[in-house]
């Protein structure tokens, strides 16, 4: 696998190729991040990563230095997952100048859930996607679905925006006890770790329940309790629709969604149903 800093070393790089497939990611990698990569791997003639940690998705409150910056360990994993290319440029290089410009995501998707817990955050992630697809040009592009709502804004953005990128999702990868992988996992301690699980099972649960015929406000608000009775701080536990993350109407495909904190550590998962 080649290492490139530079958009000129990357372009140059990347001239010899017709159909790049492309992770993008914030590095501190882990299996999830891998298998997004062997993904890609099935779709393109050549398989480009990159890690950059984006200021402009951390807001104020959020520590965007205390995030972690493993490079050599991230790289070391790429290659043995067969990627071919990392573009890894520092925050100089892609933002050469102060991002005045950025992309506005539809409020009606990007709003809610993680937009309301977290405003700005799908801005920052839009703007910093929509130049590194500027960078990489990339024929398709893989993210994973652990962070749904984010698959979903991408897609609007580049069907919105007539991007020749096909967007595809890959599955969320969890651990034996069925816990997704995050990199947040690691500021878990060893009894907070034993303990997240418990997110997926509420999940699970609330699909349960509302597959059984439970009213959904119902079968949601006896979900939040059961984890604030465990010492969680929940954001927020929802079945929406898949396509737009809104309400379900009866017949249309579901999607139980989750965000809630665990002493210090902000965890988020989906089940499908």
């Given at each position: 696998?080649?290492?490139?800093?530079?958009?000129?070393?990357l372009?140059?790089?990347?001239?010899?190729?017709?159909?790049?497939?492309?992770?993008?990611?914030m590095?501190?990698?882990?299996?999830?991040?891998?298998?997004?990569?062997?993904?890609?791997?099935?779709h393109g003639?050549?398989?480009?990563?990159?890690?950059?940690?984006?200021?402009?998705?951390f807001?104020p409150?959020?520590?965007?230095?205390?995030?972690?910056?493993?490079?050599?360990?991230?790289?070391?994993?790429l290659?043995?997952?067969?990627?071919?290319?990392?573009?890894?440029?520092n925050e100089?290089?892609?933002?050469p100048?102060?991002?005045?410009?950025?992309?506005?995501?539809?409020p009606?998707?990007a709003?809610?859930?993680?937009?309301?817990?977290?405003p700005?955050?799908?801005?920052?992630?839009?703007?910093?996607?929509?130049?590194?697809?500027?960078?990489v040009?990339?024929?398709?592009?893989?993210f994973?679905?652990?962070?749904?709502?984010?698959?979903?804004?991408i897609?609007?953005?580049v069907?919105?925006f007539a991007?020749?990128?096909?967007?595809?999702?890959?599955?969320?990868?969890?651990?034996?006890?069925?816990?997704?992988?995050?990199?947040?996992?690691?500021?878990?301690?060893?009894a907070e770790?034993?303990e997240?699980?418990?997110?997926?099972?509420?999940?699970?649960?609330?699909?349960?329940?509302?597959?059984?015929g439970?009213?959904?406000?119902?079968?949601?608000?006896?979900?939040?309790?059961?984890?604030?009775?465990?010492?969680?701080?929940?954001?927020?536990?929802?079945?929406?629709h898949?396509?737009?993350?809104?309400?379900?109407?009866?017949g249309?495909p579901?999607?139980a969604?989750?965000?809630?904190?665990?002493?210090a550590?902000?965890?988020?998962?989906?089940?499908?149903?």
């Amino acid at each position: 696998m080649e290492t490139v800093h530079t958009l000129a070393a990357l372009r140059e790089r990347l001239s010899r190729h017709r159909r790049p497939a492309f992770v993008p990611t914030m590095g501190n990698l882990h299996e999830g991040h891998l298998a997004l990569v062997r993904e890609a791997r099935r779709h393109g003639d050549v398989t480009v990563a990159s890690i950059f940690v984006n200021r402009l998705q951390f807001l104020p409150h959020e520590d965007f230095d205390a995030y972690p910056r493993t490079l050599q360990a991230d790289a070391d994993q790429l290659a043995a997952a067969g990627c071919d290319l990392l573009f890894a440029p520092n925050e100089r290089e892609l933002y050469p100048e102060p991002q005045a410009w950025t992309v506005q995501p539809d409020p009606a998707l990007a709003g809610i859930l993680e937009g309301e817990f977290r405003p700005g955050f799908f801005t920052g992630v839009c703007t910093v996607v929509m130049k590194l697809f500027q960078c990489v040009q990339p024929a398709v592009a893989v993210f994973g679905k652990k962070d749904y709502q984010q698959l979903l804004v991408i897609q609007g953005m580049v069907r919105q925006f007539a991007m020749p990128v096909q967007v595809v999702a890959g599955e969320t990868q969890r651990a034996a006890d069925g816990l997704a992988l995050s990199s947040r996992n690691g500021y878990l301690s060893a009894a907070e770790r034993a303990e997240a699980v418990q997110l997926s099972f509420a999940l699970r649960q609330l699909a349960q329940r509302v597959q059984a015929g439970a009213p959904r406000e119902e079968a949601e608000a006896a979900a939040v309790q059961a984890l604030r009775e465990r010492g969680w701080q929940p954001d927020y536990l929802t079945v929406r629709h898949r396509q737009d993350l809104l309400p379900p109407a009866p017949g249309q495909p579901r999607v139980a969604l989750g965000a809630a904190r665990l002493g210090a550590t902000r965890l988020i998962d989906n089940l499908e149903f």
